[in-house]
């Protein structure tokens, strides 16, 4: 069947305007699932210095497969979402082990690995491997909410399955991988969420919001419902020039990261109190508080977080258990200079620099 005509409108001026990104100039399949692992709810520019660091560290999946999780993590520190780390790690093993070390090249396959999703999968089976499967994302549904002009919500699955089998109709044969990042490319340099640079854009003339002058009308996305507000405490003891921290357990949120102990309390009285008797409880420790706190708040995907880290000094001479070393191996005393060795969720880490600071 005859594609429209501007299907290679589009690939050609992909060849014309497409950026220059590090997995994109040396496009090893290892490198495009790293790529696509890290693009996932995240810019292309925040992407690229981590991609980079990430590859120096872990050159090839053997590697990866090879190396500790604490490591992979550290790598991926600050980058959120860490289940994304998790999963591809444990990929890397399977493919690997499993494998004989050779990346799956079809979408069903690449679809059963621990966090290949359908967006990756495809992503990774078009990019990588040059199968003719559409990619469906943000920028993507946006742009054909656009040009076919969809009236309805661009997050449900119906709309999503309708522009996936549309697209699946109109791949380019020859350029498949070409065609799904163009379509990317176009998303975010000119189909862009506020002001669309149509004049500039391959697909203008079939376009229906262009034609019917409603491009600030699509695509139609619902309002998410707010995000809640929960409150932390954390203590920070310390004893002389090391303080502790703790990991979280794997099967958590932000799980095998480092943290100063503490967790969510109950409601917003006696904050101090509340804190101390959690992180003693946790701990084990006798300690007692001091006057400074430190105060951060951050955002994650679904709820905010407000959490108060209260200066505390431990009471060497009423260490209950012996050793004050966790015999699980889940606690550590370090030393400023020794945070750079584990790696901490956004929270903590804001906490630190507000230490370092002051
Ligand atoms: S013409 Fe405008 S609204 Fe239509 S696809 Fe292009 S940039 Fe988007």
Known sequence: MAKPDWVKELTQWYSQNKRSMPWRDNPLPYYIWVSEVMLQQTQVETVIPYFKRFITRFPDL??????????????????????????????????????????????EDLRKLPGLGDYTAAAVASIAFGQKIPVVDGNVLRVFARFWGIKEDIKTNSVKRHIFDRLKNVISTSRPSDFNQAI????????????????????????????????????????KA?????????????????????????????????????????????????????????????FKMLKDFYKIRHTYSHFKKELTAYKCQLLEQ?????????????????TLSEVTNFPFDKATLKVIDKIVKR
């Open 62 to 107: 053997n590697t990866l497969a090879n190396s500790d999780f604490q490591d992979v993590l550290k790598m991926w520190e600050g980058l959120g979402y860490y289940a994304r780390a998790r999963n591809f790690h444990k990929a890397a093993s399977l493919v690997i082990q499993e494998g004989n070390g050779v990346i799956p090249d079809n979408f």
């Open 184 to 223: 990317m490319e176009l998303g975010a340099l000119v189909c862009r969420p506020k002001n669309p640079l149509c004049p500039q854009c391959p697909l203008q003339k079939q376009c229906v919001a262009f034609k019917k002058n409603i491009t600030d009308e699509l695509p139609i996305i619902k309002k």
């Open 226 to 286: 707010k995000i809640p507000t929960y409150i932390y405490g954390a203590c920070v003891i310390w004893r002389g020039n090391r303080f502790l921290i703790s990991r979280r357990d794997n099967d958590q949120m932000l799980g095998g990261l480092w943290e100063f102990p503490g967790g969510r309390l109950e409601g917003n009285l006696n904050l101090k109190k509340q804190s101390f008797e959690l992180v003693e409880k946790i701990t084990n420790l006798e």
């Open 318 to 334: 009423k260490v209950i258990a012996g050793d004050v070393v966790d015999p699980e191996d889940n606690f550590r005393w370090i």
